[in-house]
């Protein structure tokens, strides 16, 4: 029952004056989420047709058509059955068609609605041999061809393309199809869409096409790098094929032992408390013995003890020449490693001569070992060049083991996804509000430059002012909302060290002085934060960014003649307390918690006299909360000022370190040792 027929070549027939575009993946992914956000917003559709190139695509956006069916009329989903997908009539109607339709090759999603439609309608290009030189097998980069239009005429005829392609496989719904149809021929010719989002929607697209074409850039950079990384994404794409361990390790084993022709290389799972281990994965590049089905003694490997201690890799050139380095760093002769076979050691029963032991660890938990033997009277100085390779794969490695873990528990990590797309779509309302009044104020004063050329230069400046300023203000509030986005997920590496709480403060300061140089004149700013204070543990560029957003908001809201003072003293011996304090407006005694929500703002969105986001508290709580302390807010009333308390760990002594300094942030790049 399939059909060649194209939706685009048909539509583009049927309407000789269309001309289309090429879009790659990703901008197609924000145009139709675009789109579909529009219906979830509460604009009234009747229509909805989108068709998935194959299920797996539709499988990530189900929940999204499932919100969808409950603000449209008539819902019809498309795609090329995979596993369970199959023509059916539940809360929307789905059609199952032939992989070898042509439908297979296209992306469509079409909205109809009283006041409001839009479509997109795209055939996927197919890459050139010289494109396909030089992209990456990256799913982003496929590109399309294609019409996104608000055009109503445009819109009803791709919708009855796409309804007489349903009827072919769902003829069971032709009352319901001409239903629609007949709806569409007045729609053709009646309605118009209540909003113009087309000059930020071409902005978005050309933003994401000029991102594209960095990342392809990128990616002509690694095909020229050196034989190392090509080989590190070879082994990553390797081992990411797939989700089951075993085969993680049968690929890497292989690969890694290949590329650097050592006699033995072992990779095995294990934990900081085993003691055994058998072992399963094995590459042997010599004529020595196998250790597949061994049971490898760890609990009196000093190797092994070695690298869970110091969670590095160590290795050693000459087993029968070096001395041994136990854990308090005296020197004995080499011990044996483990149950004696024949009167032998395992370095002489499996003549291992050179040893080179890598863990594989995810956030300081060890998963695995990595292991390589140069055997016999083969001597191998380990060079950093193969000990940064070696290194490369275990985080690989690693990160594979901890998705093969994830993909187990898929049901809690749905439940997580659902949540997160929930606060997505509620910041998406609320962030769509807080864009739309800046860039309402930038149209206006560009369109009153461009069409008023004999404007008043005094006049002119205030629109150039009045634009810039409002672009600013959306500046800052993109760049408070990825922030609060990375804090929120997760994502955020934080790098704790000791530190004096009276740099970050001094830092501080100089940060909102200097942003409010030029601004009005400031309250008068007091520091009792004595240097004889201790250290404390904490991650000071995010301290110093907390500290300047309370003090930001602690001279927004209090008048030039007022007080604003930052003290700290010690809490309980565990940690440090600091107050900043203001003789502003002050906080309602109900209020005190809301002030930390998303967004919020103390005086409304539509009759503030203040500047700003509603994002610097929210920001300030996630920070502090990861960095293990507390912030909450005092006040008695309004105009009686406020008051913003917030703990840091104090630094636990260690004699034989030193404090750090905000001038020097560790590199982060992993230790090797020698033993």
């Known amino acids: ?59 990530q956006e189900a929940h999204r058509y499932l919100r969808i069916s409950e603000r449209a009329d008539q819902v019809y989903v498309l795609a090329a059955p995979e596993t369970d997908f199959a023509s059916r009539t539940e809360d929307y109607e789905t059609i199952a068609f032939e992989p070898t339709d042509a439908l297979a090759q296209e992306w469509h999603l079409v909205v109809v609605g009283p006041r409001y439609a839009a479509c997109l309608v795209c055939k996927e290009r197919q890459a050139t041999s010289e494109e396909s030189a030089i992209q990456p097998a990256a799913d982003q980069s496929r590109r399309f061809e294609g019409i996104w239009t608000f055009d109503r005429r445009i819109v009803c005829k791709a919708a009855e393309l796409l309804l007489d392609r349903i009827l072919l496989y769902r003829p069971e719904l032709a009352d319901k199809v001409g239903k629609a149809k007949a709806e569409l021929s007045t729609k053709t010719r009646t309605g118009f869409n209540n909003l113009d989002p087309e000059p930020f929607a071409e902005r978005l697209v050309t ?72 072992i399963q994965h094995e590459y042997l590049g010599a004529a020595v013995e196998s250790l597949v089905g061994q049971e490898w003694n760890l609990g009196s490997n000093p190797l092994f003890q070695a690298v869970v201690q110091r969670q590095e890799a160590v290795f050693v050139d000459d087993t029968q020449a070096t001395p041994w380095l136990l854990n308090d760093g005296s020197e004995v002769s080499p011990p044996s490693l483990g149950d004696r076979s024949n009167g032998a050691s395992p370095i002489q029963r499996w003549q291992i001569q050179s040893w080179l032991m890598v863990p594989v660890i995810h956030q300081s938990r060890l998963l695995g070992i990595v292991e390589l033997h140069n055997c016999r009277a083969t001597l191998h100085e380990w060079t950093e060049a193969e000990l940064s390779l070696v290194e ?141 204070l201790p250290l404390v543990q904490t991650d000071g ?125 560790p590199k982060g790049k992993a230790a090797k040792s020698q033993v």
């Open 392 to 532: 490369a794969i275990a985080t690989q490695i690693g990160v594979a083991l901890i998705q093969a873990e994830a993909y187990a528990n898929l049901e809690d990590l749905n439940q997580q996804l659902e949540a997160l797309d929930r606060t997505r779509s509620n910041l998406i309302a609320i962030t769509g509000h807080e864009l739309r009044t800046p860039l309402s104020t930038i149209q206006v004063c560009l369109e009153s430059l461009a069409s008023e050329p004999d404007m008043p230069a005094e006049l002119r400046q205030v629109m150039l002012q009045s634009a810039l300023s409002d672009a600013e203000r959306m500046r800052k509030l993109i760049q408070d909302f990825l922030t609060l986005s990375e804090l929120e997920s997760g994502r955020v590496k934080w790098h704790l060290e000791p530190l004096p709480l009276r740099e970050c403060v001094d830092l501080a300061l100089s940060s909102v002085r200097a942003r409010q140089l030029h601004n009005n004149r400031l309250p008068e700013i007091t520091t009792q934060v004595s240097p004889e």
């Open 207 to 278: 933003y994401l096409q000029a991102g594209q074409y960095k990342l392809i850039k990128a990616y002509r950079s690694i095909t020229a790098q050196e034989r190392k990384e090509r080989l590190v994404n070879s082994i990553t794409a390797a081992i990411r094929r797939s989700l089951d361990p075993n085969e993680i390790f049968k690929i890497a084993v292989q690969e890694l032992g290949q590329a650097l022709r050592v006699c033995r290389c072992l990779i095995y799972r294990c934990k900081e408390t085993d003691t055994h281990v058998t």
């Open 541 to 665: 560029e995010w301290l110093v960014e907390v500290l300047s957003k309370l003090l930001d908001n602690a001279c927004k809201f209090t008048d030039p003649d007022g007080r604003v003072t930052i003290e700290a003293h010690e809490n309980g011996g565990q940690m440090l307390e600091v107050t900043v304090s203001d003789t502003g407006r002050g906080i309602e005694p109900n209020r005190l918690e809301v002030v930390f929500d998303r967004f919020y703002q103390e005086e409304g969105a539509l009759r503030r006299t203040t500047g700003g986001t509603g994002l610097g508290l929210a920001i300030c709580r996630q920070i502090i909360n990861g960095l293990g302390g507390r912030i909450w807010a005092e006040s008695n009333g309004k105009d009686q000022g406020s008051r913003f308390h917030l703990t840091i760990p104090i630094f636990q002594n260690e004699p034989s370190r030193p404090p750090a300094t905000l001038a020097k942030k």
């Open 1 to 59: 029952m399939s059909n060649s027929t194209s939706i685009l070549e048909a539509l583009l027939q049927a309407l000789p004056d269309l001309r289309t575009q090429i879009y790659f993946k990703s901008s197609l992914t924000a145009l139709s989420h675009a789109m579909e956000d529009q219906i979830l917003a509460g604009v009234n559709s009747t229509l909805v047709i989108a068709s998935f190139q194959r299920e797996r695509f539709y499988r």
